[in-house]
């Protein structure tokens, strides 16, 4: 395994952003549910990794109430999930640029591309992106838990040794996950992608991607490090920040 685990980017602005953010939380957005789509089974799930080609705003202004638009309405098809949203103060731009992170769900890469090259901000090139496919999703959000200064870290992972190779694997493991549970229980951690098979045979998967809700990076840090597979020496994570939650799963709003 594996990629480089960047951060995966999206052009909104901050504002309409922050709108869309305070409507789900506070439930004001009313919208038609439909049964769920058995076509959508099996998906796989990838990271999208955006990066910004043009930062003219008037290009982008001109241009958000479609960038807008299309997120959103792949979220309420079910094909884009956990979007959380940041602010890079140190862009030179008045009003800097969100960047923002989310999982796409797609039959294979190729389907995935074909979504994203539709989009306004890549057929006019604002922006550019590539993929990095993740495992499944394990664990979501933790509703009405209080977060107040709280900031979300992605963490990142990537297996250094295979578990077939480690006398006691089963037991690490187990402890693992008990630790990542005890921490999701606590809202410390959420939204994990876990891809258990590439822990013992490599792929082109991540082996898992968890956020963690902390005051500072170096609160996220040591979160991490205390985790079994970190202190076993088993994983290695990149921790980057996330921002603030925006929309989990549309099914489950």
Known sequence: ?????????????????EQTSDN???GDVETQKSPPDLSKVGLRTYAVVWSWENEDPDLIQENLPSISMELNNLWMEERV??????????????EPLPNISFFLRANDEQEARNILDELTVVKKELSSYELHPVGKFWLGRKPNLKRTGMKSFVSVWTTERSLDEIKGADKILQAQNDSILALWKRGILENAYLDIEGTY???????????????????AQKICDELPFSKEAIAGFELYEAGVFWLGLYSEE
């Not at 395994?1 to 952003?17: N, Y």
């Not at 999930?81 to 008045?94: K, M």
């Open 24 to 26: 789900v939380e506070s």
């Open 201 to 219: 045979s490599p792929n082109e998967d991540q082996d898992f991607v968890v956020f963690v809700n902390a005051i500072s990076m170096d609160e």
């Open 81 to 94: 999930e956990n979007v959380y949203f940041d602010t890079d103060e140190s862009s030179e731009l008045v």
């Open 1 to 17: 395994m594996k990629f480089p685990v960047i951060l995966l980017l999206f052009g909104v602005l901050i504002s309409c952003a």
